[in-house]
C-alpha cells in the first residue's frame, strides 16, 4: 500500500543504520556506482563508536590501532568524499517487500515523513542491551540502574560519572572496559560479576580487573537490588554448575550503582516482520554467503547479523553485503543456485554464514560453547583444518575458506572444533 501524501524517493540501495556497517556498506555501494540513502535515527553517524573512546578498533580494517571516536570519523570521511546521501534522525518505521526487485523504506524525519522505493535493503541497525529484568534482576526501582551503553553514554558523550561506588554485571568485553573507565575517573568499582565460569571478555580486557585490583566473582549473579530514591546495595548469589542458585551462598555488597552489561542482542523486529528467517543461536538472520537474507534483496551487516568482537569485522561485512547488493541489481535477483549448507558440529555454538555458494572466497565467523585448550577447527566436507592454542566463548573464530574447497564438498560442511 502507497500513502500518496508522503514523498516518495527512488534509490538502488537504502542501507538502514548509520554506525560502522551501515557507514562501510554505504561507502563500498557508492564505489560499486549504485545510487544509496543512508538513514540513521540518531542525531550524529557513527552508532556507539562515538562514545567508545578507548583504542583497540581498526588494527584489521585501517591497518593501524584507532580510537572509537577515530573509526567513526574515518568511515564518516569516506562516506562525504564519495558524495553518500545520508539523513541522520531518521527513524524507520516499516520496510515493505512488494518483490524480489521491489522495496520500499517508510521513515519519519525533522523534515517529515518519505517513502523510499529501492530494489535492495542492507540492513545494518545494530544491537540493544540486555536489561536487568530479563536477566532475573528483582527489588526497587531506583534510580542508579544503568546498561553499560547508558552509562557509557553519560561518561563519554556528557561527561557525566554514573556513581561512586559500582557493581558490574556482566565480564564481556563492555563490561570490563567499563570496568577501566569508571575506575579511571574516580569510581570504586566493587566486583564485577559473571555467570558463567569463566571470563566472557577478551584476554586482554580480562587483565584490566588485574591492573585496577576489581574483584570478579565467577558462577555468580545478581539477584536483588535494595534502595530508597537511589540504589543503596545488591544481593549476589552462587551458582552450580548448571546454573542453578547454591542455597545459603548470598551476600550483600553496598553500592550507589549497577551497571548491566549482560549481552546485546541483534534488532531484528523489522526483518521478522516482512518474513525474514531467524537463527535462534545467533538471535539474527539465516544468511547466504553475500549476506542476503531468506527475503530476496534484504542483507544484513554487523550487529543485526550476529553480535561481533571486533568493529573492523563489523565494517568487513558492511562491504559484504554492499557487494551482495550489487551482484543482486546487476543479475535482477540472485538467480537461484546449488547452496552448501553449513552445520554446527562439535563445540560450536553458532556459525555465520549459514549457505555457501562456492563462486568466492568466504569468511565464516564462529564462536564455542566452551573453553578449550589445543584445539583444532575442522570443516568436515573440504579438509580444512587449523590449529589453535585456545578457544573461548568471547573470543570469536573467523575461518576463510577457498572457493575451490567449497565447490568440492558437498550439499553440506559441517564445522568442529575439537582436541587436538
Known amino acids: 500500500m502507497m500513502f500518496p501524501q508522503i514523498p516518495m524517493l527512488s534509490y538502488d540501495v537504502v542501507v538502514i543504520g548509520g554506525g560502522p556497517a551501515g557507514m562501510a556498506a554505504a561507502a563500498r555501494a557508492k564505489e560499486l556506482g549504485l545510487s544509496v540513502l543512508l538513514l540513521d535515527e540518531n542525531d550524529y553517524l557513527g552508532g556507539i563508536l562515538p562514545q567508545c573512546i578507548h583504542p583497540g578498533f581498526g588494527i584489521h580494517y585501517f591497518g593501524e590501532e584507532l580510537t572509537g571516536p577515530e573509526f567513526a570519523a574515518r568511515l564518516a570521511k569516506r562516506l562525504v568524499e564519495l558524495g553518500v546521501e545520508y539523513r541522520t534522525s531518521a527513524r524507520v518505521l516499516e520496510i515493505k517487500n512488494y518483490s524480489d526487485m521491489e ?11 518519505y517513502q523510499v522505493w529501492a530494489k535492495a535493503v542492507i540492513y545494518a541497525a545494530g544491537a540493544r542491551e540486555r536489561h536487568a529484568f530479563e536477566i532475573g534482576i528483582v527489588g526497587d526501582r531506583v534510580a542508579g540502574i544503568y546498561t553499560a551503553g547508558e552509562a557509557q553514554t553519560l561518561m563519554d558523550v556528557y561527561g557525566v560519572l554514573p556513581g561512586k561506588e559500582v557493581i558490574i554485571v556482566g565480564s564481556g568485553d563492555v563490561g570490563l572496559i567499563m570496568a577501566r573507565r569508571l575506575a579511571l575517573e574516580g569510581a570504586k568499582v566493587k566486583a564485577v560479576i559473571e555467570l558463567m565460569p569463566y571470563p566472557g571478555g577478551l584476554a586482554r580486557n580480562v587483565m584490566i580487573l588485574h591492573d585496577f585490583d576489581i574483584p570478579l566473582y565467577l558462577s555468580h549473579k545478581v539477584v536483588e537490588v535494595r534502595g530508597k530514591g537511589r540504589v543503596q546495595r545488591v544481593k549476589v548469589i552462587k551458582v552450580d554448575e548448571n546454573l542453578n542458585e547454591v542455597p545459603g551462598s548470598e551476600f ?30 545467533t538471535g539474527g538472520p539465516v544468511v547466504n554467503d553475500r549476506l542476503e537474507t531468506s527475503v530476496p534483496g534484504i542483507f544484513v551487516a554487523g550487529n543485526a547479523l550476529l553480535i561481533n568482537d571486533l568493529v573492523d569485522y563489523v565494517a568487513e561485512q558492511g562491504e559484504l553485503a554492499a557487494e551482495g547488493a550489487k551482484e543482486f541489481i546487476d543479475r535482477s535477483g540472485i538467480e537461484s543456485r546449488k547452496w552448501v549448507k553449513v552445520e554446527k558440529g562439535q563445540n560450536v555454538r553458532l556459525i555465520v554464514p549459514h549457505y555457501l555458494s562456492g563462486e568466492r572466497d568466504v569468511y565464516l565467523y564462529l564462536r564455542v560453547s566452551k573453553p578449550m585448550e589445543d584445539v583444532e577447527v575442522r570443516v568436515q566436507g573440504i579438509e580444512k583444518k587449523i590449529r589453535l592454542p585456545v578457544v573461548k566463548p568471547a573470543e570469536m573464530i573467523r575461518l576463510k575458506l577457498k572457493a575451490g574447497d567449497i565447490q568440492k564438498a558437498g550439499e553440506k560442511i559441517t564445522v568442529e572444533v575439537v582436541k587436538a
Open 103 to 113: 522495496k520500499v523504506v517508510i521513515f519519519t524525519s525533522p523534515s517529515g515523513a
Open 252 to 281: 550483600w555488597i553496598e553500592v550507589d550503582t549497577l551497571v548491566i552489561s549482560a549481552g546485546l542482542i541483534p534488532s531484528v523486529k523489522k526483518l521478522k516482520k516482512i518474513g525474514v528467517e531467524m537463527d535462534p543461536a
